[in-house]
């Protein structure tokens, strides 16, 4: 026989259960789209193209439109976020570091991966193959090409390390170009217009050298690297640390399974030369924190 006090406790549970799907889609109303953001590594176009499948797998595994945004410069990814513009962001280490460094509420979740499984790249100093220089040192008084100030390879640990090596860029070099991304960088070694250009490389199989000859935009043997730094951690994704728990549990789950559940948009993306982004969290990037606190510390002691 069911008492009032039951038939009280199945409608409470009933209005549990009916709470739930609603409950779930509560961040639908609150998010009808979401934008995914990427940092320009390469030119628009070459991201476009190689983004837009994954960001039409976000959009059918979460259920909600998912835009993509290239951003038109480093530091517009950052504060994106900071608006609460951009939901998810494609970083390099050093401006994601900078993104929390300056208050950004924002979380890693996921990092690329080495097809050997680890997860770290090198910055390289490129020259033409047929110039004389061998060395960083013998490039005194030419122009030097970095990428963009928020840039790990492209300028935060070439400026670390040439500090190291007792060289002042400024100074040193008859010219600093930043050159926007590490595609243009190439681009402005090969047209002569700087004599040492800062760059991206992971291993022998990948770097962004290679991609933009896979593009037929270089000839990689028309180069050589005269300096390769020691292992930098790899790329985070990143998402904002106020978005709903439950919408980042699926956004998590869909980039963490993308290699096996959209192998195309995967391979578009990676080209067959990368491992499968892998979970990381906040404090793998601590050591870029400190990277890019000591590199602020050389700017402003010139400065003063």
Do not use: C
């Not at 983004?51 to 951003?71: I, M």
């Not at 994601?96 to 390289?124: M, Q």
């Not at 040492?196 to 050589?224: C, G, I, P, Q, T």
């Amino acid at each position: 026989m069911l008492t009032r006090r039951h038939t009280l406790k199945l409608a409470a549970a009933g209005l549990a259960v009916a709470a739930t799907p609603a409950f779930a889609q509560d961040w639908k109303a609150k998010y009808p789209e979401l934008v995914f953001a990427i940092i320009p590594a390469e030119n628009a176009s070459g991201v476009v193209d190689r983004y837009t499948p994954f960001v039409n797998y976000l959009s059918k595994e979460l259920g909600t439109k998912v835009t993509l945004r290239v951003a038109n410069d480093y530091a517009a990814i950052i504060e994106g976020q900071r608006a609460g513009n951009i939901q998810i962001g494609m970083y390099g280490p050093a401006s994601f570091a900078r993104a929390r460094v300056t208050g950004v509420k924002v979380d890693a979740f996921a990092i690329e991966t080495n097809l050997d499984g680890t997860k770290g790249y090198h910055s390289v100093f490129y020259v033409k193959k047929d110039s004389p220089y061998q060395k960083i040192e013998d490039l005194k008084g030419k122009n030097l090409g970095l990428v963009d100030p928020n840039s790990t390879s492209g300028n935060n640990v070439p400026r670390f390390v040439l500090d190291k090596m007792k060289i002042d860029p400024e100074t040193f070099f008859s010219k600093v170009v930043y050159t926007g991304s590490h595609e243009n960088a190439i681009i402005a070694l090969s047209q002569g217009t700087v004599d040492v250009a800062a760059n991206w490389w992971n291993d022998e199989n990948e770097s962004n050298l290679l991609r933009m000859a896979r593009k037929n935009m270089a000839k990689a043997e028309d180069f050589r690297i005269i300096y390769k730094s020691e292992q930098i951690v790899n790329s985070p994704m990143a998402y904002l640390s106020g978005l709903p728990e439950d919408l980042k549990a699926k956004i998590r789950d869909a980039v963490l399974n993308l290699a096996t559940k959209d192998k195309a948009a995967f391979d578009k993306i990676y080209e067959g030369k990368q491992g499968p982004l892998v979970a990381v969290d906040n404090k793998a990037y601590d050591p870029v924190i400190e990277l890019i606190t000591f590199v602020d510390s050389l700017r402003k002691k010139k400065s003063s």
